[in-house]
């Protein structure tokens, strides 16, 4: 099964894999799975981490390199998955998160989010 990790998950991963919920550990270190990250997701880590945020002090370029290194696969953004967002319910006003659905659903790719507004969405989430 793909797995995309929302931004957080993808953060804890990293940087405090003690934070993940058990179940999602379990389900990332499961080998017959393919971990995913979006390029949405480095982007709001670099903007948030510009902006000075407490929550997001990791280099972005340093993070993608260990994702990388350590077997995650990248997501590029598409036109596809950009256009596909007014499809979605106006339920999280977090343009990143919402590309994230946009993604997961367009793909058919299962999102990993610990955000209880962000698993309302319909389609392939699924939250711990």
Known sequence: MKLLLDTHLLLWAAGTPDRLPVAARALMEDPRNTLLFSAASLWEIAIKRGLGRADF?????????????????????????????????????????RILVAQATVEGITLLTADVVLAQYPGPIRKF
């Open 57 to 97: 002090q990791v280099d972005a370029r340093v993070l993608r390199r260990g994702l990388l290194d350590n077997g995650y696969e990248e997501l590029q953004i598409t036109s596809e998955h950009a256009v596909f967002i007014d499809s979605l319910p106006d339920l999280h006003k977090d343009p990143f998160d």
